[in-house]
Protein backbone atom coordinates (compact mmCIF):
# COMPACT_ATOMS: atom_id res chain seq x y z
CA UNK A 1 0.00 0.00 0.00
CA UNK A 2 2.79 2.62 1.14
CA UNK A 3 4.39 1.46 -3.06
CA UNK A 4 1.01 2.94 -4.11
CA UNK A 5 0.60 6.05 -2.19
CA UNK A 6 4.13 6.62 -2.94
CA UNK A 7 3.56 6.08 -6.54
CA UNK A 8 0.35 9.03 -6.02
CA UNK A 9 2.86 11.32 -4.59
CA UNK A 10 4.69 11.01 -7.44
CA UNK A 11 2.56 11.74 -10.14
CA UNK A 12 1.09 14.16 -8.33
CA UNK A 13 4.37 16.14 -7.85
CA UNK A 14 5.19 15.67 -11.60
CA UNK A 15 1.86 17.16 -12.49
CA UNK A 16 2.56 19.91 -10.39
CA UNK A 17 6.20 20.94 -11.32
CA UNK A 18 4.60 20.81 -15.29
CA UNK A 19 1.75 22.93 -13.95
CA UNK A 20 3.79 25.77 -12.69
CA UNK A 21 5.83 25.71 -15.54
CA UNK A 22 2.74 25.47 -17.97
CA UNK A 23 1.50 28.47 -15.66
CA UNK A 24 4.69 31.06 -17.32
CA UNK A 25 3.88 29.90 -20.63
CA UNK A 26 0.40 31.09 -20.12
CA UNK A 27 2.36 34.47 -19.24
CA UNK A 28 4.10 34.53 -22.66
CA UNK A 29 0.62 33.49 -24.68
CA UNK A 30 -0.61 37.02 -23.16
CA UNK A 31 2.87 38.59 -24.18
CA UNK A 32 2.69 36.98 -27.51
CA UNK A 33 -1.50 38.19 -28.31
CA UNK A 34 -0.54 41.41 -27.09
CA UNK A 35 2.29 42.34 -29.45
CA UNK A 36 0.14 40.80 -32.33
CA UNK A 37 -3.14 43.37 -31.30
CA UNK A 38 -0.39 46.22 -30.75
CA UNK A 39 0.80 45.34 -34.13
CA UNK A 40 -2.11 44.90 -36.17
CA UNK A 41 -4.12 47.97 -34.63
CA UNK A 42 -1.13 50.17 -34.35
CA UNK A 43 1.02 49.32 -37.09
CA UNK A 44 -1.47 47.83 -39.78
CA UNK A 45 0.46 44.26 -39.96
CA UNK A 46 0.64 40.98 -38.58
CA UNK A 47 2.88 38.28 -39.17
CA UNK A 48 2.35 33.96 -39.46
CA UNK A 49 4.76 33.29 -37.15
CA UNK A 50 3.21 35.35 -34.37
CA UNK A 51 -0.69 33.85 -35.14
CA UNK A 52 1.03 30.19 -35.48
CA UNK A 53 2.63 30.73 -32.06
CA UNK A 54 -0.57 31.97 -30.33
CA UNK A 55 -2.01 28.42 -31.29
CA UNK A 56 1.06 26.61 -30.97
CA UNK A 57 1.10 28.22 -26.65
CA UNK A 58 -2.72 27.59 -26.53
CA UNK A 59 -2.28 23.73 -27.27
CA UNK A 60 0.90 23.58 -25.41
CA UNK A 61 -1.14 25.08 -22.54
CA UNK A 62 -4.10 22.67 -22.55
CA UNK A 63 -2.90 19.35 -23.76
CA UNK A 64 0.48 19.78 -21.08
CA UNK A 65 -1.67 21.12 -18.57
CA UNK A 66 -4.11 18.83 -18.20
CA UNK A 67 -2.95 16.65 -15.60
CA UNK A 68 -2.18 18.92 -12.99
CA UNK A 69 -6.00 20.52 -13.69
CA UNK A 70 -7.13 16.90 -12.87
CA UNK A 71 -4.65 16.89 -9.94
CA UNK A 72 -6.70 20.07 -8.62
CA UNK A 73 -10.21 18.42 -9.99
CA UNK A 74 -11.01 21.78 -11.81
CA UNK A 75 -12.16 19.78 -15.20
CA UNK A 76 -15.49 21.20 -16.66
CA UNK A 77 -18.17 18.34 -15.56
CA UNK A 78 -21.77 18.65 -14.93
CA UNK A 79 -22.35 18.64 -11.58
CA UNK A 80 -26.15 17.89 -11.07
CA UNK A 81 -26.10 14.50 -10.18
CA UNK A 82 -22.07 14.48 -8.50
CA UNK A 83 -22.33 17.32 -5.78
CA UNK A 84 -25.30 16.37 -4.20
CA UNK A 85 -23.13 12.73 -3.41
CA UNK A 86 -21.42 11.31 -0.80
CA UNK A 87 -17.66 11.91 -0.63
CA UNK A 88 -17.81 7.84 -0.87
CA UNK A 89 -20.06 7.69 -4.01
CA UNK A 90 -18.20 10.64 -5.40
CA UNK A 91 -14.96 8.30 -4.86
CA UNK A 92 -16.80 5.71 -6.26
CA UNK A 93 -17.70 8.05 -9.57
CA UNK A 94 -14.20 9.02 -9.93
CA UNK A 95 -12.85 5.40 -9.43
CA UNK A 96 -15.22 3.78 -12.41
CA UNK A 97 -14.72 7.22 -14.32
CA UNK A 98 -11.35 6.80 -14.19
CA UNK A 99 -11.27 3.40 -15.37
CA UNK A 100 -13.77 2.91 -18.22
CA UNK A 101 -13.52 6.00 -19.50
CA UNK A 102 -10.58 8.25 -18.53
CA UNK A 103 -7.96 5.74 -18.92
CA UNK A 104 -9.20 4.45 -22.27
CA UNK A 105 -9.75 7.06 -23.94
CA UNK A 106 -6.07 8.41 -23.08
CA UNK A 107 -4.74 5.45 -23.90
CA UNK A 108 -6.58 5.41 -27.17
CA UNK A 109 -4.80 8.92 -27.88
CA UNK A 110 -1.64 7.97 -26.88
CA UNK A 111 -1.67 5.08 -29.56
CA UNK A 112 -3.27 7.21 -32.06
CA UNK A 113 -0.91 10.36 -31.74
CA UNK A 114 2.17 8.10 -31.75
CA UNK A 115 2.66 7.31 -35.16
CA UNK A 116 1.79 10.40 -36.00
CA UNK A 117 4.00 12.47 -33.58
CA UNK A 118 6.98 9.93 -34.85
CA UNK A 119 6.40 10.56 -38.19
CA UNK A 120 6.42 14.30 -37.46
CA UNK A 121 9.68 14.07 -35.39
CA UNK A 122 11.55 12.10 -37.96
CA UNK A 123 10.87 14.98 -41.17
CA UNK A 124 11.10 17.58 -38.46
CA UNK A 125 7.85 19.18 -39.41
CA UNK A 126 7.78 22.83 -39.84
CA UNK A 127 4.68 24.80 -40.85
CA UNK A 128 3.71 24.94 -44.56
CA UNK A 129 3.16 28.65 -44.02
CA UNK A 130 6.06 30.80 -45.33
CA UNK A 131 7.46 32.89 -42.35
CA UNK A 132 5.42 29.83 -40.25
CA UNK A 133 7.18 28.47 -37.45
CA UNK A 134 9.83 25.93 -38.45
CA UNK A 135 9.01 23.57 -34.89
CA UNK A 136 5.50 22.12 -35.61
CA UNK A 137 6.40 18.41 -34.56
CA UNK A 138 7.83 20.00 -30.96
CA UNK A 139 4.00 21.16 -30.67
CA UNK A 140 2.62 17.74 -31.81
CA UNK A 141 5.26 15.54 -29.58
CA UNK A 142 3.01 17.70 -26.84
CA UNK A 143 -0.26 15.44 -27.78
CA UNK A 144 1.37 12.08 -26.44
CA UNK A 145 3.31 13.56 -23.60
CA UNK A 146 0.39 15.42 -22.45
CA UNK A 147 -2.28 12.50 -22.42
CA UNK A 148 0.69 10.44 -20.79
CA UNK A 149 0.40 12.80 -17.64
CA UNK A 150 -3.10 12.65 -18.03
CA UNK A 151 -3.28 9.12 -17.71
CA UNK A 152 -0.67 9.12 -14.90
CA UNK A 153 -2.66 11.94 -13.15
CA UNK A 154 -6.04 9.45 -13.59
CA UNK A 155 -4.45 6.46 -12.16
CA UNK A 156 -3.29 8.92 -9.16
CA UNK A 157 -6.85 9.89 -8.93
CA UNK A 158 -8.41 6.49 -9.32
CA UNK A 159 -5.89 5.41 -6.59
CA UNK A 160 -7.01 8.47 -4.38
CA UNK A 161 -10.70 7.33 -4.93
CA UNK A 162 -9.69 3.93 -4.38
CA UNK A 163 -8.02 4.88 -1.05
CA UNK A 164 -11.25 6.51 -0.13
CA UNK A 165 -13.37 3.47 -0.27
CA UNK A 166 -11.49 1.49 1.57
CA UNK A 167 -11.27 4.16 4.52
CA UNK A 168 -7.25 4.48 4.15
CA UNK A 169 -7.43 8.53 2.73
CA UNK A 170 -9.96 11.33 4.13
CA UNK A 171 -11.76 12.54 1.39
CA UNK A 172 -10.71 15.99 -0.54
CA UNK A 173 -12.59 18.97 1.25
CA UNK A 174 -14.86 21.27 -0.19
CA UNK A 175 -13.89 23.67 -2.90
CA UNK A 176 -10.28 22.46 -2.46
Same mark, same amino acid.
Given at each position: MNFLKNLCRWIDGVNEWVGRGVAWVTLGLVLVVFIDVVMRYLFNTSFVFTQELEWHLFAFIFLMGAGYTLLYDAHVRV?? *??? +?????? +??? $?? %???? #??? %?? =????? *?? #? $? !??KFTYNSWIIMEGSPDPGGIPFRFILKGTITVGFVLFTFQGISLGLHSL????? %???? =???? !?
Amino acid at each position: MNFLKNLCRWIDGVNEWVGRGVAWVTLGLVLVVFIDVVMRYLFNTSFVFTQELEWHLFAFIFLMGAGYTLLYDAHVRVDI *VYQ +RMSPKG +RAW $TN %LLGT #IFF %LI =PGCIM *VI #I $T !SAKFTYNSWIIMEGSPDPGGIPFRFILKGTITVGFVLFTFQGISLGLHSLFQILG %LEAP =PEEG !S
